[in-house]
């Protein structure tokens, strides 16, 4: 919020599927291997035997939590590409809330992170050149 962000149009080309994977591995990671070092601590008799639970309680925690992480984390969007209108061909990943399609025109915001959203009333594209004069019901010039 309050951050300055430039802004142009385009015009969706394309557009495929894509798994996208998160960072949230690193928590699941951390919180496993501490559930599986505390309840490892307690198989055994003796302290040596403890240790080596725990400690192998750890490992494990750690393993089944960055898989739990990973599949938590990752989600499906879209790889949009877009022909910018002062030319060139960008590609930017979101998720499709908007259900966009080709052909759409958007608006590319270029901040932190780069989104697209459907534009509307954006300039014309490029090609668009206004004729010379309007004339007659528009009281301009002939």
Known sequence: MGRAASISYGTIIGMRPVEVQGNGAGIGTA???VAGGVAGSFIG???????LAGLGGALV???AGNAIGRGVSSTTAVEFFIRED????I???QTNEE???????VVISRGDRTRISRAAGG???VSYAPPASYGGAYGGVK
């Open 31 to 33: 919180a496993g291997a």
């Open 45 to 51: 008799g003796d302290w040596r035997s403890n240790a």
């Open 61 to 63: 925690g750690g393993l």
């Open 86 to 89: 002062h030319g060139g061909d």
């Open 91 to 93: 590609s930017v990943v």
């Open 99 to 105: 259900q966009l399609q080709p052909n759409e025109r």
């Open 123 to 125: 300039p014309p594209p």
